[in-house]
């Protein structure tokens, strides 16, 4: 092989002009060969983008023999002149003049043979699945929702802020949390009164995965202003819903001295710079999933960016789904955690558009939100969208230390002397909320399931991979 520089397919495919004519060098793996006793064909497809490059055999210069190892699969390296292409179907492709073989993939085994496989089949075989067009283009959106999120926070001044995996404070008081010990399993130490003994435990107390970062965000807003978390959170809920997984990405940004409402705008304007970052950055895989699998998810997405957002209370709207005359799985009355369906009826059937609701019961939500007067609300906020249900949760915090301790003691809550001294030393009005990642990219791929939208799901069950 000659000493030529390796070009990505997207390289090559999206500036034809500065390339055709030249000698190209490019590597990858083989979608499919086909062909006839004068000429092949090969797919090749690097991951760089959806589309694949076509590479041109001459059977006078390759033998019939020495093509037998290129199957689907296969990995290759080819050199070769890259011309107008005289093919339907793509712009240009790679006339071969060297071909060589890095690692082949028998089609007896190789399980991506014939295009079509189920998703449920994929995930059987999700160390795999990356290498098929639905998931690169999935995993190429996530990766650039990724960077946009980070993108969107930095512009405005935000502070990328690293909270711990692993601690001894559970957030959400939901309890649902992973433990984590090294406790001898079969031989647990005990106090006298029968309890584990934790004081044995590494860190000297009962330490879990975190269900989130708020508690340690919270400390860095009343320290730098603005911060964002970006990292996976753990909850050990028995769900086995299309929109829960065990293990999953959140971003959390808490902002010191904003009020409910600039945290709302903050939610609105954050998800749509996130979504026409995807429509303009990721306009082939977006394509290819909308023709493939969701005619609508263009027209979705647009819809959402030219629309504000809906504002409601909890109390209008558990009116709305009372009066909506509707037979829902679960019975809806004021102070009733709403249910999926409840929150999708008033989004797709009732506005037809993303909606934020407000000032939840103080007994649905969590003990940090901030009292509303009437003295049975909390400055809850959670925006709902449409095919997904529940997004992003926030809210004002309690930031008077006396309110706050006094919903401690009703909820029988241990003490947590570092996160009250946020409320003792130049306590601030703030707020913040947290986005469910994958709910991002399973709205933006239009997928159907949550565990197609990560690389490896983990569910109950399922730590495979
Ligand atoms: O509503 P949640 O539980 O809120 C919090 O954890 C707050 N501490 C956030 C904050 O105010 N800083 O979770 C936030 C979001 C949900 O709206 C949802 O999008 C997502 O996280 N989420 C899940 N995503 C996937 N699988 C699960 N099991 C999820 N649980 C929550
Ligand atoms: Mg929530």
């Avoid at 749509?272 to 005619?295: P, R």
Wanted: glycine share 8%; with cysteine; proline share 4%.
């Amino acid at each position: 092989m000659k000493d030529i520089r390796r070009k990505t397919v997207k390289d090559l495919l999206s500036s034809p002009e500065k390339y055709a004519g030249q000698e190209v060098d490019v590597k990858g793996w083989v979608r499919t060969r086909r062909g006839n006793k004068n000429v092949q064909f090969i797919a090749l497809n690097d991951g760089s983008t959806i589309n694949n490059l076509q590479i041109v055999l001459d059977l006078e210069k390759f033998s019939e023999e020495s093509l037998k190892p290129v199957t689907t699969g296969s990995s290759i390296h080819v050199q070769g002149l890259l011309v107008e292409s005289q093919g339907k179907g793509q712009s240009v492709e790679v006339q071969a003049n060297e071909l060589e073989i890095y690692g082949t993939a028998d089609p007896a085994e190789y399980p991506l043979q014939k295009k079509g496989h189920s998703l449920e089949f994929l995930r059987e075989i999700a160390h795999l699945r990356p290498r098929t067009n639905t998931f690169g283009a999935v995993l190429r959106i996530r990766h650039a929702l990724a960077y946009a999120v980070h993108k969107f926070f930095n512009d405005k001044g935000f502070y990328y802020f690293h909270t711990p995996l692993i601690t001894e404070s559970d957030c959400e008081g939901a309890g649902a949390m992973f433990q984590v010990t090294t406790l001898p399993l079969n031989n647990i130490p005990l106090t006298e009164t029968g309890e584990v003994d934790y004081s044995q435990d590494f860190f000297g107390g009962q330490a879990a995965l975190t269900v989130s970062g708020q508690l340690e965000g919270e400390l860095g807003a009343t320290a730098l202003g603005c911060i964002y978390t970006f990292g996976p959170t753990f909850r050990a809920e028995n769900s086995n819903t299309p929109r829960h997984l065990s293990e999953f990405w959140m971003i959390e940004p808490e902002m010191a001295f904003y009020e409910i409402q600039d945290n709302m705008d903050l939610a609105e304007e954050f998800i749509k710079y996130c979504i026409a970052y995807a429509l303009d950055n990721c306009k082939d895989d977006i394509q290819f999933l909308n023709d493939h699998f969701d005619k609508g998810l263009i027209e979705r997405l647009n819809f959402v960016l030219s629309n504000d957002f809906v504002r409601l209370s909890y109390t209008d709207g558990v009116k709305i789904l009372e009066e909506s005359g509707q037979k829902f799985e679960f019975p809806v009355y004021w102070g009733v955690d709403l249910a999926s369906e409840h929150e999708r009826y008033l989004v797709e059937k009732h506005f037809k558009r993303p909606v934020i609701l407000t000032d939840y019961p103080k007994e649905i939500k969590a003990f940090y939100m901030k009292m509303n007067d009437d003295g049975k609300t909390v400055r809850a906020m959670d925006v709902l969208f449409p095919q997904i249900g529940e997004i992003i949760g926030g809210s004002q915090r309690e930031e008077s230390y006396e309110k706050l301790r006094a919903r401690m003691e009703e909820l029988n809550m241990q003490d947590m002397p570092w996160y009250m001294d946020t409320r003792k030393f130049g306590s601030v009005p703030h707020s913040g909320f947290g986005l469910g990642f994958e709910r991002l990219v399973l709205f933006v791929t239009g997928m159907q399931n949550i565990r197609d939208v990560i690389p490896f799901p983990r569910y109950p069950k399922n730590c495979t991979f």
